[in-house]
């Protein structure tokens, strides 16, 4: 028998309408008030330590963008999206405001001359963190949303400095950046100025098409080149204008800025899509892209010239020539032949790194040596160095000091991971094994190892007089992730636990303020206290470790006593299962009966059960309730499973996909029924919800199985033909593995479909492998079939969805479609 819970609050605000048959095009709808107080709560500052640790800059963090914002023009060009008033990606978060911080005395310093209608879209200390420099976004109208009556006159990405010790900001670069690739600007190691790629004087309109076609569009494909994985790719150049109007927004000019502001130009405008100064100063290694272009790929595989150069734009060496490159092996370990992950290696004034594969790039290749790892120092006349011979893919580089660095190298297929100490000035000595393990076994995790801003401002590892570094881990273990700090000697191998975050708080470590690691910037929260920042000596005893640093308040004080409890459980095979249950404030399952529940999840692969049935989350962290999320339904007197564990294993050479139905089913059973045998939900009362994969995870469950009474689909892809050279972290072509994309699909399987599906997804999701045509093609397969569905396309939005009225909209119909089919619904 269905008992009736007093807590189910009374409608408040816009109520749900019936849903009218047919096409609708209706306005932006807001829910009832608990939800819309959910979407406009404060949100916290983000903190930036400065370089020597004793300063921040707290940026403050602004309500959600209207649609008015989001809806600026935007350009489509080769994987890119451009603003084209502001020569800028169109699609970015901000900060409003900026507040230096003092670590020491904790006081708050204001910062004069900020510009009006402020938009931090990026920042950075200069290395002797005398200035802070950041670009301001701005859109030359009033409103500064970029719809006034001047809207596009004096837009731009614009250059300011604050004089730290003055507490005041200025306007640096009168010519504005252009930024469409990266932030647009470096600070010199010196910290004399910046490296700046602005828009070059003088470039003209961009080119208008014809508007009358000048030839069809051709492509070729020739045999020879054996299986090529292409993915599928939104916002692809289309003809020849395209490639014009990309060539025109990617063109900028390289310059160098002094501190008072005066420019000096670097060579002649180009396609640069990198630029980044030689730790020592004295050269540049840029990426600039070249043609062929292609239809079929992003710019990422379009081919670039790698090369040093000059202060002055003189060309000194040509590291590289890359081709254009559509498409990879087969698998998720393949890598491009030649040249990757071009970089300077930091510790070094001038000194190039490279990785090149040894086996083509194609992971079927057999090879005892996958990687060789390169070196070439300045004037780069030499022949390169080996640095290291990798049996598995190059993963990246600390950099320390001439005898001290941490080399990492992985391979997917297995979850394998290495990491290894290495002598950069001494190529020849053995390298050490420091950790060899799998990725995904989250207890065993070493941590990463904590690095410090150096002279430059760059990243070094923090290393101590007896040759000792710390890391910085999160903690998993079976009673949940509790962060920690440790020192391992790297001369010993002896390891020592500085930190471990203990209950009944969640602490997570920041940044390590000194150079032993006995003084920490942390985050600390707990179930009803959000984040805030403290530092913590370790020196002193009990309380006396901590200060606080900041006080943000409780969010949302109605919610402030939500329950919440990590719980375990088992699926029919074995498999531990770990999930966050959140129930309302003064709620009581044997006062009040079960609730109405929505379940929220997200499959992931694994290639062992152990590693599967590892514990995730924390239950001490803070009952943050956002509207992102399903929490938010805990306003309206819904119970919610947040994030259960749906492992799909595939031990051995067995590919978790292969029997990805069978385990999905299981894990869903495993969840209805721990909640059903707990008391808080009854079996005829359960909504599954989830995001891109998690929407495809809620096609497939409502499609295999009557577990749940409705589904909420956010963004998914629902036929895997669609995307027939891999999804997820499936690599197998189509063709290769026909019977699990046609099962896996829940297109396939629409006639089945009998409980209510609402798909909500962005207009312009720019995804691989979520285009918005998967949901219109589901949508017309279950109303063709007879079945229960809705579909909402949020105009100008993508893959998540930015504008407050779009978020308003999505929770919207997400209550009333659990409103109508799952509140109420009988057994």
Known sequence: MTVRNSLLPLALGLMAASPLAGAQTGGYALPPAPLQAIVDAPRAPVLNLSPKRNLAVLVAQPALPGIAEVAQPE??????????RTYAASRFSFGTGLTLLDIGTQKESSIAGLPKNLRVTDLAWSP????????????????????????????????????????????????PLSVVFSRGFQWQPDGKGLLVQLRPAGQGPAPQAAGIPAGPATQDSQPGAGTRLIRTYPDLLKNEDDAKLFEHYITSQLALVDLSGKTRLIGKPGQYSRAALAPGGKYLLTSSIARPYSYIVPVSSFGEHVEVRELDGKLLHTVATLPLREGLPPGN??????????????????TL???????????????????????????????????????????????????????????????????????????DAAPELIYAGSAEDRYNAPGSPVMRADAAGLPRLLISADNAILLDGPGASPEGDRPFIDRLNLSTKKKERLFQSAAPYYENVVAVLDEDGSKLLSTRESPTERPNYYVRNLAQQGDAQLTALTHFPHPLPQLKDVQKEQIRYKRK???????????????????????????????????????????????????????????????????????????IVGQGEQEPNDTYLPQLVADAEAAVDEVVRRGVAERHRIAIGGHSYGAFMTGNLLAHTRLFKAGIARSGAYNRTLTPFGFQSEDRPFWKAQDVYQA????????????????????????????????????????????TARLVMLPNESHAYRARESIMHMLYETNSWLDKYVKSAKP
């Open 353 to 427: 790194v490279w990785a090149e594969a040894q086996d083509g790039g194609d992971p079927a290749r057999a090879a005892e040596v996958r990687d060789i790892v390169y070196t070439q120092a300045a004037p780069f006349t030499a022949q390169p160095t080996v640095l290291a011979k990798l049996g598995s893919r190059y993963a990246g580089i600390a950099w320390g000091r001439g005898d001290v660095a941490l080399l990492n190298e992985r391979w997917y297929k297995t979850r394998a991971v290495k990491q290894w100490k290495i002598a950069p000035d001494q190529p």
């Open 333 to 350: 370990d393949a890598v491009p032949p030649g040249q990757r992950n071009i970089n300077w290696r930091v510790d070094a004034p001038a």
């Open 744 to 787: 896996m699909s829940p297109f396939n399987n629409a006639d089945k479909i009998k409980d209510a599906l609402l798909m909500i997804h962005g207009a312009d999701d720019n995804n691989p492998g979520t285009f918005p045509i998967q949901s219109e093609r589901m949508f017309q397969a279950v109303k063709g079939l007879g079945g």
């Open 128 to 175: 002797d963190q005398r200035y802070l420099a950041f670009t301001h976004t701005a859109y030359g109208d009033e409103a500064g949303n970029g719809a006034g009556k001047n809207a596009g006159k004096g837009a731009g990405v614009e250059l300011w400095l604050v004089d730290v010790a003055a507490r005041s900001a200025k306007k640096l670069a009168s010519q």
């Open 75 to 84: 350009l489509k060009l080769a994987g890119l999206r451009v603003n084209p």
């Open 573 to 647: 095979d074995g498999v531990d299962l770990t999930a966050t249950l959140l129930l309302p404030p003064k709620y009581d399952a044997k006062r009040d009966g079960p609730l109405p529940m929505l379940m929220w999840a997200y499959p992931q692969e694994f290639k062992s059960a152990e590693a599967a049935s590892q514990t995730t989350g924390s239950p001490y962290k803070f009952n943050a309730v956002s509207y992102w999320g399903p929490a938010a339904f805990l306003a309206m007197g819904y119970a919610v499973l947040d994030n259960p564990s749906f492992p």
